[in-house]
């Protein structure tokens, strides 16, 4: 594979020490400036990232996907999702760095919230979620008595906040019970997805019928749980095959499926383009958009 597309990993925007604090907050001007505005697609092996738009405008890719920003706006980036990103010079807005430590810390029994943040995700920035940033950066610039303690129990909210936008958008057609059932088996399917699971071995898992499940995933998202179980598999192929130099072949055995040749077919299907082609354009640089 090209040298061009091997996946970068760093610990905060091209550096490559550890997060020496609990969070790290910068103005996106602070360091993209210095990359003429352009952030080459890379990953944070142990880093949860929250990428705040107020104003301006540019690109974001995010696990091989192209989608345009358009703030005032909230990127989720989680750890391990290749992202990169292109900003206007006029653009304005905070970075802010979480380490894996805080997040688990924050959320470890709150799996459904995990789940929902594990997705590269645009969501809309409103006033209170605004709010939320702005204090988490004078807590952070200030140094005092019980300084982390106030940082943790603002991060709880504003991960909680950033959770609760992305599941209005992504749930907004769903109850509430059926929401959360929906959340438990989003977090069964992150959990699990190489395991080739059929519908109905979730739904066992949920104590709920096959019918039922699907009732519900089709009132959350409009699609059928069988189509969620796959695009969850396909967003990790698409970061296989565009940052790894796995071969398909090994991208397949790597995503449980015993058949490569089956592993290509459903390739194509979920997303119109044979693997190897997928890869071809990409290197190309004509990257699939939303």
Request: aromatic letters at 6%; a positive charge; hydrophobic letters at 40%.
């Amino acid at each position: 594979m090209s040298e061009e597309y091997a996946i970068n990993t760093y610990s905060l925007f091209g550096e490559h020490g550890e997060l020496a604090d609990l969070l790290h907050i910068e103005s996106i001007e602070a360091r993209s400036s210095l990359h003429d505005w352009a952030l080459k697609p890379h990953r944070h092996a142990r880093l949860h990232q929250l990428i705040v738009l107020m104003r301006g405008s540019g690109e974001a890719t995010l696990d091989g996907i192209a989608q345009q920003l358009t703030p005032p706006c909230v990127i989720n980036v989680p750890r391990g999702a290749v992202h990169g990103f292109r900003f206007n010079s006029d653009t304005c807005g905070w970075v802010l760095t979480l380490t894996s430590d805080l997040i688990d810390q924050v959320l470890d029994d709150i799996p459904d919230v995990l789940t929902t943040l594990d997705r590269a995700t645009i969501t809309p920035l409103d006033a209170p979620l605004e709010r939320l940033v702005e204090s988490i950066r004078d807590a952070y610039e200030t140094d005092g008595f019980a300084r982390r303690q106030i940082l943790r129990g603002l991060v709880g909210a504003l991960t909680g906040t950033v959770a609760q936008s992305i599941g209005a958008l992504r749930y907004r057609n769903a109850s509430p019970k059926a929401h959360q059932l929906f959340a438990r088996f989003e977090t069964l399917v992150n959990r699990d997805f190489r395991k080739r699971r059929q519908v109905s071995d979730y739904a066992r898992e949920l104590a709920v019928s096959t019918t039922h499940l699907n009732r519900i995933c089709h009132q959350a998202t409009g699609q059928p749980a069988s189509q969620l179980i796959s695009e969850r598999m396909l967003r990790e192929a698409r970061r296989l095959l565009i940052y790894t130099a796995l071969s398909a072949a090994e991208i397949a055995y790597e995503l449980g499926y015993s058949d490569p040749a089956h592993f290509s077919r459903v390739f194509t299907r979920g997303t119109g383009l044979p693997p190897r082609r997928f890869r071809r354009d990409i290197i190309a640089g004509k990257p699939p958009r939303a």
